[in-house]
């Protein structure tokens, strides 16, 4: 899915896969069986780089979800994911008739350099990043 700021800048969020391959076997939530590899893409009109990372854990996205459903009801006035690694994080916020999405992507873990981007979007555009995310958290369950 893409996220635009006023600048024109895009960031592209993708999830390509489970890190590792294979289901897991216990009973208890297996930290290794659920980390996924995203896929950053930011594009500046000026310059394109590419992204990958296993930041992200399959009970993250869960929650994430439905809490972006709880702010699409009403029931709360906004969403974060905050990943358990420091590196990806979106932030929602409901102000008014608007929705300000901040995306903080720490590409490089030794420097601490990062891409972020904010974007403004309404109700209708919130509803389809919703049905986006929806889809990569059934495509992708907790194993």
């Given at each position: ?56 854990l ?37 102000d ?11 590409y ?36």
């Amino acid at each position: 899915m893409k996220f635009y700021d006023k600048e024109g800048n895009i960031l592209e969020f993708d999830i390509v896969g489970y890190q590792f391959n294979g289901q897991s076997n216990e009973d208890k939530f297996n930290w290794d069986a659920n980390w996924l590899n995203i896929k950053i893409i930011f594009d500046t009109g000026n310059y394109k780089e590419e992204y990958y990372s296993s930041c992200i854990l399959t009970i993250e996205l869960n929650q994430f979800v439905k809490d972006l459903e709880r702010l699409i009801k009403g029931k709360t006035e906004k969403c974060i994911m905050d990943t358990l690694e420091p590196y990806f994080k979106i932030n929602i916020v409901h102000d008014l008739n608007e929705y300000k999405i901040n995306i903080c992507f720490i590409y490089d873990k030794q420097t601490g350099n990062k891409i972020e981007l904010t974007q403004i979007a309404n109700e209708q555009e919130l509803k389809y990043i919703y049905d986006e995310f929806k889809s990569l958290a059934t495509k992708y369950k907790e194993r």
